[in-house]
């Protein structure tokens, strides 16, 4: 069985890859699997997405703790203990980073048993605040590396799962994911199929006992009203929307409806970002009628002393420091 994660950042079609890899395999004879798994559902969150593939029946489910082949589509995450991209790796796993540091760099910061890989990384994931859209060029790295699937397959998959959104993205999909094909040409087959391990050899899990304190302060339970004004989620933002006031029509039910976070307050017509709470979905710059909200990159906002001050003398920046 072929046990693969992809890991990368919301907004990356990191989910995507994973499809677009399990259609593959699925055309070229294998019973499939493959899940998507992230916690905050937000642009720039670490996530992931399991593929397993055999030619009998699949009895596992869940995570994939030990991966023939990891890919992981932004090498930031390597220093990122909580996105688990090295978890369960050994000398049997193919490691696959999309980067523009070398295999030795990584290899020399990692030190790693597994077989390191580069996928080099386009110009335009310089950026970190773009956040490109890669999940099909990690699916054709990964295709090329199990050795398995078709080049013509591949395509099929990719027209197949992204035939909604035109012809366009398709064609450049594709053009992406065939150009890490054959970057991989020399790798072609490296990935071998995982061995099996049997119930009765999983190691019985370490336990942790946890002191049981005052149910106010341990249970589970929501205790006290109006408390997740405490929980600032704007901490986890990497695009700041910004609302340029001067192209603003005050058509604030649109902003403040859509925004899935109520970070929006209205105050006489005139929309306000919360940005101690706003994580940056970028819901209100897709919805703005008059394309009056812009995203920023969070780095510059904060490197900005003062952002458009809003009508009324309220100015955004003072809002975000509260």
Request: aromatic share 6%.
């Amino acid at each position: 069985m072929y046990r693969i994660r992809i890991h990368g950042r919301g907004g990356q079609g990191i989910k995507m890859a994973s499809r677009v890899l399990g259609t593959a395999l699925f055309q070229s004879g294998y019973i499939v699997q493959d899940a998507p798994k992230y916690g905050a559902e937000r642009r720039g969150a670490p996530i992931f997405s399991s593929v397993r593939a055999a030619r009998e029946t699949i009895n596992e489910r869940g995570t994939i703790y030990r991966p023939d082949l990891v890919v992981v589509a932004d090498d930031t995450l390597l220093a990122v203990p909580a996105a688990g991209t090295l978890q369960g790796i050994d000398a049997h796993t193919v490691v696959l980073v999309n980067s523009h540091e070398s295999a030795d760099t990584w290899r020399h910061r990692l030190n790693l048993a597994a077989r390191l890989l580069i996928l080099p990384a386009g110009a335009e994931v310089e950026d970190r605040a773009e956040l490109p859209h890669v999940g099909a060029t990690c699916a054709g790295a990964a295709a090329r590396l199990l050795g398995v699937i078709e080049r013509q397959v591949l395509l099929q998959a990719i027209a197949g799962e992204l035939a909604e959104l035109g012809p366009d993205i398709v064609a450049k999909n594709q053009a992406g994911a065939l150009a890490a094909f054959d970057a991989m040409a020399d790798w072609q087959g490296t990935v071998a199929e995982g061995i099996a391990v049997a119930a009765a050899d999983y190691g019985v899990p370490d336990w942790i006992e946890l002191p049981f304190d005052d149910a106010r302060v341990a249970a589970p339970d929501i205790r006290a009203s109006a408390n997740s004004v405490e929980v600032r989620t704007g901490l986890w933002r990497t695009m700041r929307p910004v609302i340029d006031y001067d192209h603003c029509k005050h058509c604030w039910w649109v902003c403040s409806t859509f925004c899935p976070d109520g970070a929006i307050a209205v105050t006489d017509d005139i929309p306000v970002i919360d940005y101690d709470h706003c994580k940056g979905c970028m819901v209100c710059v897709g919805v703005c009628p008059p394309h009056a909200i812009a995203g920023v990159p969070e780095h510059l906002a904060q490197q900005s002393e003062r952002l458009q001050p809003t009508p009324g003398g309220v100015d955004a920046a003072a809002t975000a420091d509260r």
